[in-house]
């Protein structure tokens, strides 16, 4: 069986777009549902610190890389870029609906400590780690309607779009891992690789499920409700964490590579349900 790699028609494209400006969004954008909106706020108020160490992490390791793989490691920092720019307008409606986002931040800026003082390789890797995660939900976000289902049409579009290009560009951080790794003996790389993955897993789930609970206690909901609300919106329905299982186990067996599972049909569907809601750019200011 020939060894997974990624494909060498796909094009990696920035999508410079826009969401939200001069609109109103819901307090409970997502469905009316507070336990959704939590998922997703808490998500995207960790976007714009965590891609900028994405961002960083992959650039450290960009000169001495084969041609191909440093035009899509361009690629992958302009598209990580311009979600920054986004979420950071996105963080903007949350916290117009009165939430505070402090404590959340906090969290991100000491999961983000953890690598401080380590060898760039440290923080390359839990970037690795952590775009398979991101590749894995935009996966199942858009393969999945119910998620977004009855979502405002801006923020959905903004999700979508966001999701498309997770997808898109899933490879290049495992691409650059595999480059910066190449005199590593196999077993070497592959301990490394699957012990930061349980890290990072542990500490992504840990902090959205804290940043769930922050954000659903500034709405009254505390408790047993809100421990249960949060397990039955992972586990039961939708079920995200419970429906990216497989790809996750999938990540530790041999001859793993992102690209083995070759979904791009995915971002022509997501580009399809976002196009009618994206502003023109013309029409908006940055």
Not at 108 to 123: H, M, Q
Not at 252 to 263: A, I, N, V
């Amino acid at each position: 069986m020939a060894k997974a790699t990624t494909p060498t028609d796909l094009t990696i494209t920035p999508r410079d777009l826009r969401f939200g400006r001069g609109t109103t969004m819901r307090r409970w954008w997502l469905n009316d549902d507070p336990f959704a909106t939590a998922f997703y706020n808490a998500l995207s108020v960790t976007f714009p610190k965590g891609e900028g160490f994405f961002v960083d992490s992959v650039r450290a390791f960009r000169e001495g890389t084969p041609p191909r793989l440093r035009s899509e490691i361009q690629a992958f920092i302009k598209q990580e870029v311009i979600h920054t720019r986004e979420h950071v307008a996105f963080n903007r409606h949350v916290t117009d609906q009165g939430y505070e986002t402090r404590l959340l931040e906090r969290h991100i800026d000491e999961a983000l400590a953890l690598t401080k003082g380590k060898p760039p390789i440290a923080a390359l890797a839990a970037t690795m780690a952590l775009e398979h995660f991101t590749a894995m939900l935009a996966h199942e976000l858009i393969a999945n309607p119910r998620h977004l289902a009855g979502g405002d049409e801006q923020a959905a579009a903004l999700w979508r779009w966001h999701a498309a290009e997770e997808i898109e560009h899933k490879g290049v951080a495992y691409d650059t891992w595999l480059h910066a790794t190449r005199d590593w003996p196999r077993r070497r790389r592959w301990t490394v690789k699957s012990l930061v993955m349980l890290a990072s897993t542990k500490k992504f789930f840990a902090g959205r499920y804290k940043g769930m609970l922050e954000l659903l206690r500034q709405d009254g909901i505390t408790g047993w409700r809100a421990h249960r609300g949060i397990l039955w919106y992972a586990l039961g329905r939708p079920g995200m964490a419970r429906k990216i299982l497989g790809a996750w186990i999938a990540f530790f067996l041999p001859g793993f590579h992102p690209w083995k599972h070759d979904d791009r049909a995915l971002i022509a569907l997501a580009e399809s349900d976002y196009a009618a809601a994206v502003l023109p750019r013309a029409a908006v200011a940055a």
